[in-house]
Structures are given as C-alpha cells and as structure tokens.
C-alpha cells in the first residue's frame, strides 16, 4: 500500500488530464491532439504507431495555458503498419475457422514516435475516455486486453514500465531493445520483432565472416543503439575482433558533433563501420558523409535504417554504394496492396491520417484539416486536393509492398493475438488453466488471462512461418541480409544475398552468397579491414605495448618450431626428430647423418680399406713364395703369417664402421677392432721377444730359446687375445654397444651413430691395446741396436713408435669430431697404425726379398753390422 498510493496518485492526476482531453470539446478548442482511429468489436485491441515522426513544442511562455505538443512530419510507411493491422483484423473476422462469431475492434492512436505520447495514448486506451477517473483503483482493471505496439524500443520502455504493473500485455512489432528481453522486469512483454542480441551476433559472424578484425562503430543516443552495440561488442570480443572508435549521434542535431564524427571516420584506419542507429539520428551524419565525399568505407547497417527509404537515395549511393546489412525478414502478404489503394478522404471524413497521406502524396491541402489540427498553413502546396486523384498512378512509400518487413511484423502481432484469443475462447470449463480450472470469459477477459495464452501460442502463419515465444518473450530470430545495388536509373535496391537464422546451429546460421555481392566503390572482392597485417604461416602474432589485440607485429618462429595457421599466436615445437623447414610453417624430418658407402668419403676409406686387405694379402703372397729363403725363415714366418693375418682383419674391421648402424654391426665393430689388434700387437709383441731371446741364445751357457719356440710364441699370442676377448665378451654381456639416433650435435640433423654402452669396458679394449703397444715399443728399441744386418727390433720400433702417434692423436680428434666425423678419424687411425704395421715390418722383408736377392743369403744374415767408416 505504500507503493501503491502514490502510483494510484499520480496516475489519478495524468487520467484526468487525459480524460479533459478525450472530451470532444476539449479536443475541438485544441487543449489536447490524441488522433486515433477505432472500430467496434467484442475484444477491443490497442494499437501505437508512430504516424508522425517529430513533434512542435509550443512557445512556454508561461503568460497562459501552455498548448499541448503537435504531432508533424507525417510518415506514409507508419501509416502503412497501421492499415496492415486493420487489415489482418478484417481477415480475422472473415475467417470462419478462427475466433467464430467473435468480432475484433480497434482502438489505434498515434505516439508521433515520442514516448510521451505513447504513454499518454496507451493510459487513455487504458482507461477509456469517459472513465471516472475517481474509480480508478489499484486492481490494474482495464478496458483493453492488450496492446499491439509501441513501434520503437525507448516508447515500448516507458510503456511497458507502466502498463507491466497491471500485467497489461503488449505485441511489439519493431522494439528490438534486447533490455526488453527481461522478464522479472517485463513479464509480460512479447515481441514479433528479434531481439538485438540475435542482430548483434548476426552482425558479429558477418564480420567473422569476412575476416573483418579492425571496425569502427557508431550508435544512435537511445536505448535501441546502445544496448544493440554493447552485444555487438561482447560479440566479437570473444572473436577477436577489435573497435577501432566508437561515436555516438547525438539526439539533438548538433553540427558540431557530427563533423567530429565524420573527421574520425576519415582518420581512421577501420575500413569497415558497423552502425546500429534510426534512420532519423542516422539522415544527418549520413548527409554529411556525402556532402564531405568520403568513399571507400564499408557500410555494415543495422534493420533499423539497411531498408530506408530516407537514406538509400541516389544522392547518397555513391557514399553508401554496397552497403550490406540485416534487415527483418521481408514477406507478401496477398491483398494488402489492393487494401491499401482502397482508403480515400470522402469515404472516411473522420479520418485526419487519411486526409493527410493524400496531402503528402499529391502536393496538396484540404485547407480545412490542416487549421482543425492547428497546423501553420505554410506546410502545404497551396494547390487543393480534389479528391479525384488516383493512387494506383502515382509510385510511393505507402503502397509499395515489395519491401514488407514491419508490415509483416504488425501482420504476426496480429494474428498472434488472434490465435492467443482463439486458445482461450476454445477453453472447456473444468479443463482450464486458471484457478480450479476455470477458464477465462472472452467477452470479459483480463490481461493477465491474455498474457498466459501468449506465452503458451504456436501456430503456423497462412505464409508458411511457425510463430511462437521462447521463455523471454522473443520470436525466432530471422533477418534477411541485403545488399545496396545500383538499379539502371540510379536507384537503390536492395539484393537479397543471404540470411540468419538463430534457431539453426552455430556455424549454419549465418547464410551468405558471397558472388552475389557488389561491395563499397563497386568491388566484386570484400574488403580488408585490419589494424595489421595478417601473420602469414611460418610467424607469429606480438601484441604492441598498450594497443589492442589487433594490433600487432609479425614476429618469424624460432629455429625447430613452426606455425601453419595465418595469425598464429604461438609457435610450436617440432618433434624430436623432426625440424622446421626454411619458411617456418611445416616439420620435416631431420636428415639422418651417417658415414654410408655411397658418399666420396665412405667410398675414399672403403677403398683405402680394401687397398690395404690387398697389399696385406700381396706381402703374405711374397712372403708365402719365398717362404724358404733365409730372410723368411729368420724372421718367424709362422709370426709373420699370422701378424699379416691380423692386418688383414684390422683392414676389414673398418668396413664394419661404414655403412647404416644396426645392432650387430654396433657390436660387430667395437669388438673386432679390439681382438684383431690385440692379435696384431700380440704378434708384433712375441716378434720383439723372438729378438731378444734370440740374440741372448747367442750368449754362452744360454739356453733360453728352448722355452720360446715357434709353438709356445703361437700360444703367448692367442693367450694375450684371449684377454681381449674375454673384455668384449663381458662388455657385450653387460652393456654392449647400440645404435641410436643423436640430437644433441646439430639442430637440424640426427647423427645415426653407434652408442658404446659402457664407457668403461671401451677404455679396457684402448688401454689392453695399449699396454700391448707401448710393451712392444720399449722391447722392441731395447733390441733396435743388436749387431744384426737384418734387426728386425728397428723396424719393429718405428712401427710402434707411429701406431702409439696415431692412437694418442686419435682420441682428441675422437672426441672433438662428433657425427659421422667420428667414425672416420677412427677408421682412419685403424688404417693408418695398420698401414703403419704393415710398411715398417714388412716392407723392408720384401724389398730386399724382390729388389736385392742378393742379400737374401744366410751368410748375409749371419754376419755382423758394419760401420760405414770400416765398409
């Protein structure tokens, strides 16, 4: 009660000032202009349009009575919306399917698009016009169930504010305000017209679409543009889509203002401006921008002005050429036209809307209207209206049906209505949905009752549309997109070249013919609209300090990581074992790294190698053929044969070093590298040993060469290789060497290498070979002076003393060279200390035993070493 009394106050004081006014009388002596038309009926529906669309504020001088506002600027398109309304009610009472024997009445007035008259008209549809106004109570009783209006989303505000509070439904065929979708604030409210939340995703995906990222924006100063362009921007926030500027038109015109707004849009790099804004705030910016010449900009229009008869003009095309944008879905509607050509000012004398579309139409007055309505005489031709003229000759907005869109919304309001009444009136008693299943009496029905079957209508319109609300109120988004073409004389249509629709999936949507387009300057191609270019594959996105996301540099991607995608924000790493190719937008596998026998250096020591085995088999050959002269038998020919055989092997174990690694070759390698050598040096070993005890035997009393013959040297030299192979046996039993892929050396290579699993047992195969070596180098130069012409021990010394240079130079280089580098210092250190072997011991053999057969003689053997003083 507390609320109440001052609302019942206030709304006591406003009902009698507009039942004053609803007087004849008052109305005759201009206190008040509600101009209205009605018809009769059982249920009585209410209709707001905006037949004008700006008002003349008196002189408040205060010196008397202020006059009221005056309604001016008649809108013939407005006047269209109401027709359609009065002619789907007169299809309604035709029908004899629907609401039978029931008949629909009107009351429709005009707001002058202004939401003090909405709510002045709507309070005395309300209450009626000869309604005490002392009766009026708090019950929220009325004489009207609904009310199908208002035409925009700020009048439907302050309506809906006041009539919500006696759950008074209305139908709203052009409020688009998606605050309105708020049903703890306006339960009752119910649209035909989207909601902007669906136009604003729509637009959204358009510019999705179209990879439009850098737009500017500009609104209208009302709730429909504002709150239109906030879902717009949650919008394409989450799609990464930046504002370049937003402006706002001013309500009141102010010069000023609009050529700052004209000046961003120049300054600024957006290409593409999306405008949510009425066709009236959006004329002068629009004026403006054609008057400035400003061209190339990309027009992406909201419904409230894409089909405007105002601004898609010929004057303005050049600015405005390809502009695209939502419009409300258009439809036919038969018979309407016909409808409209009917209406003429004698048959209904009454009707001032009528009188007034003539007089717009034709440049003409009727004198008398215009001085009843208290209009300046001065707004029309001084040529009279005749009545005699003819609409069906004369092209105009009124009756041009082609572009049906609010229209159709007026004729869904209508009919849902209907269908909502048609519900109730079919309601069977004990079957109802009210208290105790009651049902409602429709000769008496309350707006709440109305409401109920509003919420719950669904139907299928005589066109082919299912209409129904969701839980806010709303109807099933659906816009047509179009697109501003060029007609052969200049004019402007409007191409149908795609279309949304919210019910159907996301990524289904949004409908564009793309080859139907013909965008801003003429350009079959859409334009781009970036604050940066896109980052191409192979580079990524880098936010600029303090600028917006859309903003950027194009950074290229790190070595080993790539980016396929255009506007990648992140780089990613290749796979182990792959590498970024040279554009930095694919992986390719690494080029895999070995010594193989098909490249110049595994073909060089291949061949290196084999040249080896065959000189190594050359010199057994000689020394096989020759096997029975002194200089053979002297220097042990079974030591000797078996010394070849070893360098032989050491010569082929390099082979197994070229060539892909496996698992056996891994093992193979290592492990006879290490028992041919110990062969090898176990050979050259007992050789320097057969010197010393030789030259010992020669002592008296000496008998030590009985102990070191032929069988027990064969025997020292297997038993020192059997140490090496009982080292590899356990090395390839606890962690033998294996293949593996190495990708620590370079980036963009693996090294196909073998793994020598234990280090250690490694060095135990140098370091055994090794103690061999230097065993043999100190016997064999404590022996390189013995008075032999042919001392062996020399050429042992020097064989050694290269072999040890070699292996110690090897294992920096070893270690410094990875990759298949590796492998070829150590095949060249096997080659080069077997080569060494193989020249220092037996190369003198065969010289002397091929070039000087003279000294291949016992007695030259036997004799003692001269100095070249006494020779």
Sequence with gaps: MGMCFPLCLSLFLLKSAIAEASDPMCRHQGKFDLSGVSRKGDVVLTGLFPIHFRTIQPNLSFHEEPSPPVCDGFNSRSFRWMQTMIFALQEINKDPMLLPNITLGYNIYDTCTTPTHSLRAALTLASGPYEDASNYNCEGTSSIPVIVGDSG????????????????PMVSYFSSCTCLSNRNEFPAFFR?????????????RLVQRFGWTWVGSIVGDDDYSHNAIQAFSDEVRKLGVCIAFTEVIPKVYSRRKILQITENIKASTARVIVMFALEGDAYPLISEVVKQNITGRQWIASEAWVTSALIATKENFLSLSGTIGFAIHRAEIPGLRSFLLQVHPFKTPNNLFVKELWEVIFNCSFGMAVEQKGKPASISSQKKCTGLEELTNTYNIYS???????????????????????????????????????CANIFDVKPWQLAHYLKEVRYAIKLGEEIYFDENGDIVATYDIVNWQKNEDGSVRFVHVGHFD??????????VNETAIIWAGGKVEAPESLCSKHCLPGTRKAIRNGEQICCFDCLPCADGEISNETDSLNCVPCALEHWSNPQRNECIPKEIEFLSFEEAMGITLTTVSLLGTASTVSVAGVLWYYRKTPIVRANNSELSFLLLLSLMLCFLCSLTFIGQPSVWSCMLRHTLFGVSFVLCISCVLAKTLVVLMAFKAT???????????????????????????????????????????????????????????????????LGYIGFLSCMSFVLAFLARKLPDNFNEAKFITFSMLIFCAVWLTFIPAYISSPGKYTVAVEIFAILASSFGLLICIFAPKCYIILFKPERNTKKYLMGKTCSKKST
């Design 153 to 168: 989303s700020t009048q439907s505000l302050v309506v809906a504010r006041t009539m919500m509070s006696f759950n008074i």
């Design 192 to 204: 035909t017209m989207p909601s902007d939340a669906y136009q604003a995703k729509g637009v959204a």
């Design 400 to 438: 041009d049906v082609s572009e049906l869109r609010i229209s159709y919304n007026v004729y869904k309001a209508v009919y849902t209505i209907a269908h909502s009444l048609h519900n109730l009136y079919s309601c069977e008693n004990g079957k109802g949905p009210f208290e105790n299943q009651t």
């Design 502 to 511: 919210s019910a159907t999936d996301s990524g289904q949507d949004l409908v």
């Design 699 to 765: 002592l008296p009393n000496n008998n030590m060469m009985k102990w070191f013959g032929t069988l027990q040297q064969i025997l020292s030299v297997l038993l020192c290789t059997v140490v090496q192979v009982v080292i590899c046996v356990v090395w390839l039993l606890v962690s033998s060497p294996f293949p593996v892929k190495q990708t620590k050396y370079y980036n963009q290579k693996i090294i196909f290498e073998c793994d020598l699993g234990s280090v250690t047992a490694f060095c135990c195969v």
